[in-house]
């Protein structure tokens, strides 16, 4: 499996901006589509956004359309998520994660996950 190491966490004014990276390693990143997730306080753990593992093709939470960006870089075996705008709602914990080899479009079978790295957006 994927091993998933996030990082770029922090605490940021509303308005500001925070790009998370993940590092992966183990079997082929390339073969993997990936997804950033986040999970709030008391809420349930919610897809974010997702990217193929070309990196063609990408999509997003509703919410989140044209504040947050998904990218890769196979040859650096990373995944970034680049959030603009970030509001205090926007506060959670954010996971990176892999799907199964050779997972179909969209991504539905998510099976190694990072530890999460923290943001918090105040107001």
């Known amino acids: 499996q994927v091993q998933l190491v996030e990082s770029g966490g922090g605490l940021v004014q509303a308005g500001g901006s925070l790009r998370l990276s993940c590092a992966a390693s183990?079997?082929?990143?390339?073969?993997?589509?990936m997804g950033w997730f986040r999970q709030a306080l008391g809420k349930e753990r919610e897809l974010v956004a997702a990217i193929s593992w070309s990196g063609a093709r990408t999509n997003y939470a509703d919410s989140l359309k044209g504040r947050f960006t998904i990218s890769r870089d196979n040859a650096k075996n990373t995944v970034d998520l680049r959030m603009n705008s970030l509001k205090p709602e926007d506060t959670a914990v954010y996971f990176c994660?892999?799907?199964?080899?050779?997972?179909?479009?969209?991504?539905?079978?998510?099976?190694?996950w990072g530890q999460g790295t923290q943001v918090t957006v105040s107001a």
């Open positions: 183990g079997r082929a990143f390339r073969e993997h589509n």
């Open positions: 994660a892999a799907d199964s080899q050779y997972g179909r479009w969209p991504p539905d079978d998510f099976v190694s």
